[in-house]
């Protein structure tokens, strides 16, 4: 698989109308059990975006997620995509990189934006999330953020492709017991919002021809 053909592909697809809940729905999470997590916001969401960093690495193409710090908060512990809240007046791809950059020491200036997924709103943090798609020319130097980012992941567009990339098994988030479609990516479960994300970019690849 070739990143140039992967992206030319990209550019033109993401121009037209995104499967968005469609894709998400198949990896929605829900409780099981009488006992589900409730979240009463009262404030609009706030806005932030998360970086699908792709390279080439041999005949793959891999893009960085990272585990986030154990701390009192909604995604403690998580694995996600490189990512925050924006601040200012910044726009969605702004947001990424810089958020990248924080986090998985890739200068801002080096990635190429392709385009953006779908909007995603993250119910327990209220943030209403635009993944953007990026690309690098070589194999990143990564540098993971020790404050923020416990490890950095690296994912595979092949295996994220495979007919058997998606998996179903209960999982414990705090104190919920939560039957969780995931993907599993370097030896670690991805599910919730950050597999929701990836899985409209594995829907809206399906059709690339290899």
């Given amino acids: 698989m070739k990143l140039e053909k992967v992206v030319g592909y990209l550019q033109e697809r993401l121009s037209r109308p995104l499967p968005a809940g469609a894709a998400h729905e198949l990896m929605r ?68 990189l810089r958020e990248a950059e924080e986090e998985v020491g890739v200068k801002r200036d080096l990635p190429t934006v392709v385009g953006v997924l779908s909007n995603f709103l993250v119910i327990p943090s209220n943030f209403m999330i635009t993944p953007v798609i990026a690309t690098v020319s070589s194999v990143p130097t990564f540098k993971a953020d020790p404050y923020e980012v416990a490890g950095i992941i690296s994912g595979s567009i092949a295996s994220l492709l495979d007919a058997t990339a998606i998996h179903r098994e209960e999982i414990f988030a705090g104190q919920y017991k939560m039957m969780a479609p995931h993907f599993k990516i370097d030896g670690a479960i991805v599910w919730g919002a950050t597999a929701m994300m990836l899985n409209e970019l594995r829907v809206v690849l399906e059709d690339f021809d290899c």
């Fill in 29 to 96: 999470a829900t409780a099981v059990g009488n006992v589900r997590p409730k979240f009463d916001h009262t404030n609009p969401p706030r806005t932030g975006s998360v970086l699908v960093l792709l390279y080439q690495d041999g005949n793959d193409i891999r893009f960085p997620l990272i585990r986030r710090q154990e701390y009192a908060g909604a995604h403690s512990g998580q694995i996600s995509l490189p990512g925050g809240k924006s601040e200012g007046n910044e726009t969605s791809s702004e947001t990424a």
